[in-house]
């Protein structure tokens, strides 16, 4: 029987191969959707939980947490650079490091931040963190050695962004990988960038909230910023590093905080969400954007099912148009004396394993496409996002099987109750 039925499907090899590579573009549509939400989830995820509290200027909570943790490109408004310095003397907070935006090197974010920061994010795989206002530690992803000198550029350079000539960064240090967006960054002292923007210690910082502040705005064409210019100042940049901050330190649009216990982070989430500020947990925010990728996920794998359906129903009708095709065939087989649960076992074996390998090209495209995805995302993101299976996904694959020998059965059905002479008559 076995010889049989692959003797028939080499066959009718043409149209097998179009049965399974319908099922399996179907099924992978489904697959690829599942892996790709669950990787950006817990990617995302991971890349929060090495946050614990975030303190901004009021407004938009999910733009405060892309801004500061994922280091996307957009305009944040200011706090007051007396939050800083508050924030440091405060005795429930192991550290807290300033975000200062603005810069970018061919393709890498520039950001302005502190050795509390480059310290405690991630250990340092080779060199040392920067002690110098011209220094710089870069990510793991960054492709740059060290010793390596990394002139800034207003915004993105190709956007037109202009070239900061004031000063060039040496790196000194390379980060070990996190898995986040902090792979992909140049971390930079910020008294410098406050100092390569015209924003001194003293500086007003309404003035200058396009420089500091507003992240990225000089991205955007034709963009001005408000001290008109760049307000370019010089760097010595062998300065020492001074980061005992003050309440005349020029305003920032984030700084990351590490609370000694959870007790403490809550206190502190409570006392800064007002009078200017806005505390927030990442993980809080990222549970809101969970929400939407679960709206948006619902969407997607109604489509996908929706695609499943009818790639089932053309399976079904093209199956038992086959049937009626083949009704002097099964007519001979019966005449030679096959019995019906032979003719019923043949017919259902054929049309399952055709779906069968579409399912299993299915899961296997699917995933690929996954594993691409997330691929180019890291990319661009710097996040990693985690392309597997989990167990609950052998429930599925259960379900789909048994689907698919139900659907296999019904012209399998048909088949078993043509009459043999009948069907050699036709």
Do not use: C
């Not at 399974?20 to 599942?34: D, K, M, Q, S, Y």
């Not at 989830?41 to 947490?65: C, I, K, M, N, Y």
């Not at 960054?185 to 007003?204: F, K, R, T």
């Not at 929706?306 to 049937?323: C, F």
């Amino acid at each position: 029987m076995t010889r049989f039925i692959f003797a028939d499907l080499r066959r009718l090899w043409a149209g097998s191969l179009v049965v399974v590579l319908l099922i399996a573009f179907a099924t992978a549509l489904g697959v690829a959707v599942t892996l790709q939400e669950r990787a950006l989830r817990l990617g995302s995820a991971r890349a929060a939980d090495r946050f614990d509290l975030v303190v901004g200027a009021p407004g938009s909570e999910t733009q405060l947490l892309l801004s500061s943790v994922f280091l996307q490109p957009s305009p944040l408004p200011l706090m007051p650079g007396n939050v800083l310095g508050k924030l440091a003397a405060d005795p429930r907070v192991a550290w807290a490091a300033p975000v200062g935006f603005g810069d970018s090197f061919s393709g890498y974010p520039i950001v302005g931040t502190s050795t509390a920061l480059t310290t405690n994010l991630s250990a340092l795989k080779e060199g040392r963190v920067f002690s110098k206002a011209g220094e710089a530690v870069i990510g793991a992803a960054v492709t740059l050695p060290l010793g390596y000198e990394v002139k800034p550029t207003h915004g993105l350079a190709a956007l037109g962004g202009e070239t900061h000539t004031e000063l060039a960064y040496r790196i000194t240090g390379r980060m070990a990988a996190t898995g986040t967006s902090w792979d992909r960054a140049i971390l930079v002292p910020i008294q410098s960038v406050w100092s390569l923007h015209g924003m001194g210690g003293h500086a007003d910082e309404h003035d200058h909230a396009a420089e500091a502040g507003e992240a990225h705005n000089a991205e955007e064409p034709g963009h001005e910023d408000h001290a008109g210019g760049h307000g370019h100042g010089h760097v010595d940049p062998d300065a020492p590093l001074d980061e005992n901050w003050t309440a005349e330190a020029p305003g920032l649009p984030a700084i990351l905080v590490k609370p000694k216990t959870i007790a403490d982070a809550y206190k502190l989430r409570q006392d800064y969400r007002g009078n200017g500020t806005l505390a927030v947990f990442p993980g809080e925010v990222l549970t809101n954007l969970y929400a939407t990728l679960g709206d948006a996920k619902r969407v997607l794998s109604a489509v996908a099912v929706g695609a499943q359906i009818l790639v089932a129903a053309a399976v079904l009708m093209v199956t038992v148009m086959h049937i009626g095709q083949r009704r002097r065939q099964i007519g001979a087989l019966r005449a030679f004396g096959a019995p019906q649960s032979a003719v019923l076992a043949i017919v259902w074996l054929e049309l399952f394993i055709l779906i069968a390998l579409g399912i299993l090209f299915g899961f296997a495209i699917g995933y690929g496409a996954a594993i691409l995805l997330s691929a180019m995302f890291s990319g661009e993101s710097g996040i990693v996002l985690p392309v597997g299976f989990i167990r609950d996904d052998l429930k599925s694959v259960a379900a789909i099987v048994l689907f698919s020998a139900m659907l296999a059965l019904a012209p399998a059905l048909l088949a078993y109750r043509q009459s043999p002479a009948a069907a050699l008559r036709a």
